[in-house]
């Protein structure tokens, strides 16, 4: 069984920071793909950025230079440092990852983390 455990969420004014984290863990082959995804009340969850498992990142137009995607393969954990936060930065923040397990191998399953609430205040 595999999982994914994010931490880092709170509340904090607008212009501060925070850091998210995302540890993986259970029977894991590999990991490719990670990223964080957010999703506001009433609108369609979107992509914030992704770290392919050899360090390439993207990232959404709307948190380029403010936001940095990082992840330390040994700990199986993703991170997201979030600075110069807005008010519609509020969201819930899911971490994602492509994840091939021990009991299988040859496929790769996507993995949602349960979320962590972000609000930035102005």
């Given at each position: 069984q595999?999982?994914l455990?994010?931490?880092?969420?709170?509340?904090?004014?607008?212009?501060g920071?925070?850091?998210?984290?995302?540890?993986?863990?259970?029977s894991?082959?590999s990991i490719n793909?990670?990223?964080?995804?957010?999703?506001a009340?009433?609108k369609?969850r979107?992509?914030?950025?992704?770290?392919?498992?050899?360090?390439?990142?993207?990232y959404?137009?709307?948190?380029?230079?403010?936001?940095t995607?990082?992840?330390?393969?040994a700990?199986?954990?993703v991170y997201?440092?979030?600075n110069?936060l807005?008010?519609?930065?509020?969201?819930?923040?899911?971490?994602?990852?492509?994840?091939?397990?021990?009991?299988?191998?040859?496929?790769?399953?996507v993995?949602?983390?349960q979320?962590?609430q972000?609000?930035?205040s102005?």
């Amino acid at each position: 069984q595999v999982q994914l455990v994010e931490s880092g969420g709170g509340l904090v004014q607008a212009g501060g920071s925070l850091r998210l984290s995302c540890a993986a863990s259970g029977s894991i082959f590999s990991i490719n793909a990670m990223g964080w995804y957010r999703q506001a009340p009433g609108k369609q969850r979107e992509l914030v950025a992704v770290i392919t498992s050899g360090g390439s990142t993207n990232y959404a137009d709307s948190v380029k230079g403010r936001f940095t995607i990082s992840r330390d393969n040994a700990k199986n954990t993703v991170y997201l440092q979030m600075n110069s936060l807005k008010p519609e930065d509020t969201s819930v923040y899911y971490c994602n990852a492509r994840i091939k397990s021990r009991s299988s191998p040859l496929f790769e399953y996507v993995y949602w983390g349960q979320g962590t609430q972000v609000t930035v205040s102005s």
